[in-house]
């Protein structure tokens, strides 16, 4: 199973979220990803705009297509449809001529693809500052929780936003978690940012931390990581959204 690439950063899913009228009280993607072949890559792309273009123009069934270009699965596409319910998944585009584009200009420039997830926004965490809805770029970090532990994790992560919220940070902040997950990854954060640059900023987090939560918060912090967490099992992905390929 394909999870390692699974972004949400299909993204920029925040991208999406604020395109869409929310139908209920939760936003979620779902998110698959495909592996070209060998030399494959620019008919795939052609075949996936005009798909999109095609049968994926209403919401809730627009998709953005992001491609991975660090990290596993590098190299891939990742398509992100929604935000879309559980309900609304059966009315998906779909019959003869939907299905017979998708086997005749897809497909067959396709590798392998991924167990298709779905991935819930975890609004109570979500810092968008302003401009960040034209973010084309995405780090997503994976991780596995522990058995028992999720409600730690989620404390975790609702702290780290709130210093993106109390420093201004001119990066979005989101966090995902994976519906129905038994085994990992089970929850995504994801950086989006505007240029790359951005990573190359000095890092001021420790310091940034324990201005908004107090002195020995850092400390505090990767303690309740390494309790929530299986640290083997994270990872990083960094994604660049395709508008070219995703619907209008």
């Not at 993607?29 to 495909?34: F, K």
């Not at 449809?81 to 009315?91: A, N, W």
């Not at 709130?162 to 201004?168: D, M, S, T």
């Not at 990573?199 to 400390?219: A, C, I, R, W």
Request: neutral net charge.
């Amino acid at each position: 199973m394909k999870m390692k690439n699974l972004l949400i950063t299909f993204c920029l899913l925040t991208w999406y979220s604020m395109s869409v009228f929310a139908q209920t009280d939760y936003n979620q993607w779902e998110v698959a990803s495909y592996t070209p072949k060998l030399g494959m890559r620019d008919m795939l792309e052609k075949g996936l705009a005009a798909h999109n273009k095609k049968f994926h123009t209403a919401n809730p069934y627009k998709i953005g297509v992001m491609r991975t270009i660090s990290g596993p699965g590098t190299g891939d596409y990742t398509l992100v449809m929604g935000p879309v319910t559980l309900s609304q998944i059966e009315g998906r585009p779909s019959g003869t001529d939907h299905d017979a584009d998708w086997q005749k200009n897809v497909i067959p420039y396709v590798e392998s693809v991924s167990d298709a997830a779905f991935w819930r926004e975890y609004k109570e965490i979500t810092y968008a500052p302003a401009g960040s809805m034209n973010f084309t770029k995405s780090r997503l970090r994976f991780f596995t929780v522990k058995p028992g532990e999720m409600d730690r994790m989620k404390d975790v992560l609702k702290s780290i936003s709130e210093v993106y919220k109390a420093k201004n940070i001119q990066a979005a902040y989101t966090v995902y978690t994976r519906y129905g997950a038994s085994q990992g990854p089970h929850i995504a954060a994801e950086i989006g940012m505007a240029n790359w640059s951005f990573l190359d900023e000095p890092n001021t987090f420790q310091k940034d931390f324990e201005d908004v939560h107090g002195v020995g918060s850092y400390q505090k912090l990767v303690d309740e990581l390494d309790i929530a967490l299986d640290r083997t099992k994270t990872y990083d992905v960094l994604n660049v959204f395709k508008p070219e390929l995703s619907s209008d």
